[in-house]
T-cell receptor
């Protein structure tokens, strides 16, 4: 069966520090992968999606970036965090248009 | 107009009652519709998807879709305290890559 791993679970980082969140999927190949952010009181916002190794599409221009160095690995990064980057970051994958997303357990990021 | 609209609630229902959660969407080209349940502090989990007009039943859950009215609903029969969570409506975005837009979610409270 397919599983998705995301870490770390929580993170407290100072403003201006770098960020690296990692997500890996097991049990499937060439999945579509997504990074979402859920800010307090707001819906899930799509940040990046990837349909294959090295293929990254950005939804929202900001100081975040994403990379997919391997088929089942998706990384979210920032060189310098802002207070507004605080939120619940979720990695997800899908097996097709009518299968919906399977989310990782999420990373709660607090920028102080 | 928001792409996917939900009443944020909270919606309070007594245990054993039917909970009715509603969602409207703006893009008539959307074809797939999803309901996710999100417990506090946890990541969303898919509970239902529907893509044809009418009703789709799965256990105590029934999803209803009316494309002409651009309306999706979720009924939860025999509501239990364990159903207390935020329910997110999600709608696929035409254009491929299985991207979806989420509503803000409706918080459901089932009162014992």
């Amino acid at each position: 069966s397919q599983t998705i791993h995301q870490w770390p679970a929580t993170l407290v980082q100072p403003v201006g520090s770098p960020l690296s969140l990692e997500c890996t999927v097991e049990g499937t190949s060439n999945p579509n992968l997504y990074w979402y952010r859920q800010a307090a009181g707001r819906g899930l916002q799509l940040l990046f999606y990837s349909v294959g190794i090295g293929q990254i599409s950005s939804e929202v221009p900001q100081n975040l970036s994403a990379s997919r160095p391997q088929d089942r690995q998706f990384i979210l990064s920032s060189k310098k965090l802002l207070l507004s980057d605080s939120g619940f970051y979720l990695c997800a994958w899908t097996g097709g248009a009518n299968y919906g997303y399977t989310f990782g357990s999420g990373t709660r990021l607090t920028v102080v | 107009q928001k792409e996917v609209e939900q009443n944020s609630g909270p919606l309070s229902v007594p245990e054993g009652a039917i909970a009715s959660l509603n969602c409207t969407y703006s893009d008539r080209g959307s074809q797939s519709f999803f309901w996710y349940r999100q417990y506090s502090g946890k990541s969303p989990e898919l509970i239902m998807f529907i893509y044809s007009n009418g009703d789709k039943e799965d256990g105590r859950f029934t999803a209803q879709l009316n494309k002409a009215s651009q309306y999706v609903s979720l009924l939860i029969r025999d509501s239990q305290p364990s159903d207390s969570a935020t329910y997110l409506c999600a709608v696929n975005r035409p254009g491929g890559y299985q991207k979806v837009t989420f509503g803000i979610g409706t918080k459901l409270q089932v009162i014992p």
